[in-house]
């Protein structure tokens, strides 16, 4: 176990919603390609409540939130140590802004963001809690205490995304619509920006430009780039449509937008210009993947879509078992798509999506799965699961 | 008094400093980084900070009291906690109902033969998640007692427990009046319709929000006089279908107007359950609103906070409909109630208008 928990800490952690990049990509090897209920579930570790959130894991320790009680009010910030699944500690909190939600999702929607030595657990109520891997409370804010018009009544669930110190929070929803960047040492405003006062679950996606790290949020008529480190606004794209579920992803110069139609976006000094509109590459619950000049998308049937990032030419489709939640996940050239069902689909990226496995877990699953140290993470309502070789 | 019951617990000035800094902590990251640093000296003093961090839930807000959950959850699990002790600031009630449920909580892990003990008699308790274990836990034994469940229901608060013996007493044929124990608003005067064209009517301050008179008939939607459509509610929680009582109307805003006389001046929170974008006025106040429309609508959706004055209370909600064609959007209702920060229902009589 000391042997795994150091091989553990060397290994590429998987620190926020979507992993390292934010794009769902993973280099990680040796990762399973099939496991069942019964074989590769290298740890199970049961939960105090239920979450759409996915684990994220740092330095050797997994992440996840989690809700309960009768409206949702009780808030879990949970941690395990990586190689064996222990639950190392756990800290509840209460709601102090709205539960009220769809049915479909729930309090513990948005996913933590971690480093090696804290995590920021944001949840669906405006609660947000900063911990040392320790589990001691570094601070705490109470976004609907700070902004008492936030909310929505349909949930809430953009997750915050870490850069260096910085703690980057999309919260657009009915009331005081807001982007923000919270210094993650003291838990106060570094700048924050208004934002149309429309629902929306989109998380922000941090890229380097032209040698300056630049935060993207998506909102239904507006993607804007704001400087990570001043919060000014570096260049915007005007729509009519952008998606407020699938988050935005970019690299190689191009920012992949999804909506009605998906689009391409190629900023420049102040003013951005449209690359490609893709309408047939889907723009559903699942956030978009890039990987090696390639966009991916699924719809929430379960039929996935692989575009040209340069030109957006649908190169193949190919249809698996839905519906589907969660992002895709791609590692070692395969595609890993979880259903709603807790089955992964894992698809072969050189054989055109062929499916080369289809491992079924039979419990709900909506979270997207975290990969770090050579396993893959799946969280249902009632467990975190590890699976490795 | 809270002064002294700090006293009691902590003689240590270091540990109550901490405590205060934590508590002192304010809007958008007001000294946090202060409390935090404050947390993390009270987590290292170990176990024997656990009650005096309990008894600092006192008087707290909700955000200062979700940094002390903090700090109660790593000193918990730094060390075995003295039960005795637990069991005594529980059952002090003296004692916020918030850190009284932390220490429940713990003590319960401790001692799982506590709730058995303890429960019993806490049916009464002024703090919501101790109220609620203990009737959740009397629920348990009432199964299939109407007596005993009839009893019970005046202790319960949270609505899937008053449902979950009000369903089990109508199966014993015996009828509960919902509006009394919610403390329902049942006698309206609805007002309808005025302009929400584009949703804009959300932001027009219409006539009755300057003062509602039964007498005039302001100028409403298309330059029509507004009707006043006098209307009780039979539903059980109270529900109020706009559709049925005035006619099915879109971009239109209604507003639900209703007196109340009070015997006495107490607090009291007027919570509103609705589709619709709402704003909620007591007493001409503006207590709470919400510009959202066909999300969902459930029982105590939106709390204004206010005061029920002795003699006569005026209550106005403003719903507004929009122009959604959706089968899911065609909703137009709401539901209003009375009652203590717990959500027992406070007394008061319709009065009409």
């Known amino acids: 176990v000391t042997l795994l928990a150091l091989l553990l800490a060397l290994c590429d952690d998987w620190p926020q919603f979507r992993g390292p990049g934010g794009r769902g990509v993973s280099a990680e090897t040796e990762l399973p390609v099939r496991w069942s209920k019964d074989q590769g579930l290298r740890w199970t570790a049961e939960l105090p409540g239920v979450g759409l959130s996915s684990p994220v894991v740092a330095g050797g320790r997994v992440y996840l939130t989690a809700c309960s009680g009768f409206e949702q009010e009780r808030l879990h910030v949970l941690c395990f140590d990586a190689a064996t699944g222990a639950r190392l500690w756990e800290r509840s909190f209460r709601a102090t802004g709205s539960t009220q939600c769809n049915k479909k999702t729930n309090m513990a929607a948005p996913t933590p963001a971690a480093d090696a030595s804290r995590v920021f657990a944001l949840f669906a109520t405006g609660d947000l809690a900063a911990l040392d891997r320790d589990g001691v ?79 993207l949020f998506q909102s239904p008529n507006e993607l804007t780039a704001y400087d990570v480190a001043s919060g000014s606004r570096l ?55 890039f990987h090696q000049g390639r966009v991916y998308a699924v719809d929430n049937t379960g039929i996935v879509t692989c575009a040209d990032a340069a030109d957006g030419k649908i190169l193949w489709k190919v249809r698996t078992k839905g519906p589907h939640s969660a992002s895709p996940v791609v590692a070692e050239g395969r595609l890993y798509l979880l259903n709603e069902a807790g089955a992964t689909a894992v698809l072969s990226l050189s054989e055109e999506g062929k499916q080369i496995a289809l491992n079924e877990l039979g419990e709900p699953m909506m979270a ?3 990969v770090s140290g050579g396993a893959i993470y799946l969280r249902s309502d009632r467990r975190l699961i590890r699976i490795s070789r | 008094v809270r002064a002294l019951l700090l006293l009691a617990l902590s003689a240590d000035p270091d540990l109550d400093a901490w405590l205060a800094r934590i508590r002192a902590v304010g809007a958008e990251g007001e000294g946090h980084a202060e409390a935090g640093e404050a947390v993390r000296k009270v987590v290292a003093r170990g176990p024997d900070a656990l009650l005096p961090t309990l008894a600092a839930f006192d008087g707290a807000g909700p955000r200062a009291q979700n940094w002390l959950r903090g700090a109660v959850d790593a000193l918990a699990a730094a060390g075995k906690a003295d039960a005795k002790a637990l069991e005594a600031f529980l059952l002090d009630r003296r004692r916020s109902g918030e850190g009284r449920f932390a220490a429940y909580e713990i003590l319960v892990r401790l001692d799982p033969a506590a709730p058995g003990r303890l429960l019993p008699g806490m049916l009464d308790e002024a703090g919501r998640e101790l109220r609620r274990e203990a009737v959740a836990q009397a629920l348990k034994g009432a199964e299939g007692k109407p007596e005993a469940l009839r009893k019970l229901l005046p202790s319960a608060r949270d609505v899937d427990q008053v449902g979950a013996i009000v369903k089990q007493l109508k199966s014993a044929g015996i009828e509960t009046d919902l509006h009394a124990h919610y403390g329902v608003v049942a006698r309206w005067t609805l007002l309808a319709s005025f302009d929400n064209a584009g949703m804009k009517g959300f932001d027009a301050a219409y006539p009755p929000e300057a003062g509602v008179d039964l007498r005039t008939r302001p100028a409403g939607k298309g330059g029509a006089p507004v009707r006043a459509v006098p209307h009780e509610t039979k539903d059980p929680a109270g529900k109020v279908d706009l559709n049925a009582v005035l006619g099915k109307e879109m ?49 105590d959706q939106y709390v204004a906070r206010g005061t029920l004055r002795k003699g006569r209370n005026e209550i106005l909600l403003k719903l507004c409909q929009n122009e959604q064609k959706d089968d899911w959007a065609q909703s137009w209702s709401f539901q209003a109630r009375l009652c203590d920060a717990l959500g027992g229902a406070v007394p008061f009589r319709s009065a009409g208008p």
């Open chain 1, 368 to 370: 997207s799965p975290a």
């Open chain 1, 235 to 289: 260049w915007t794209h005007a729509a009519e449509k952008l998606s407020t579920i699938p988050s935005p992803v970019a690299a190689d110069g191009l920012v992949f937008a999804p909506g009605g139609p998906f689009t391409a976006l190629r900023p420049g000094d102040g003013a951005v210009a449209k690359a490609w509109e893709a309408p047939a590459l889907p723009a559903a619950t699942a956030s978009p993947t």
């Open chain 2, 251 to 299: 971009s239109a805003v209604a507003y639900a107007f209703a007196v109340v006389e009070s015997d006495e001046e107490r607090s009291v929170e007027l919570r509103v359950g609705t589709n619709n974008a709402v704003k909620v006025f007591l007493n001409g106040k503006l207590g709470a609103f919400r510009n959202e429309y066909h999300h969902g609508m459930k029982m």
């Open chain 1, 137 to 215: 409370l570094l601070w705490y804010r109470s976004l609907a205490g700070d902004y008492p018009t936030i909310g929505n009544n349909v949930g809430m669930a953009a997750s915050p995304v870490l850069h260096g110190d910085t703690l980057l929070v999309a919260m657009e929803n009915v009331g005081e619509s807001f982007a923000a960047a919270i210094d993650a040492r003291t838990g106060r405003n570094l700048w924050k920006h208004p934002r149309s006062a429309k629902i929306n679950w989109t998380t922000p996606f941090v890229w380097t430009r032209a040698g300056r790290p630049e935060a």
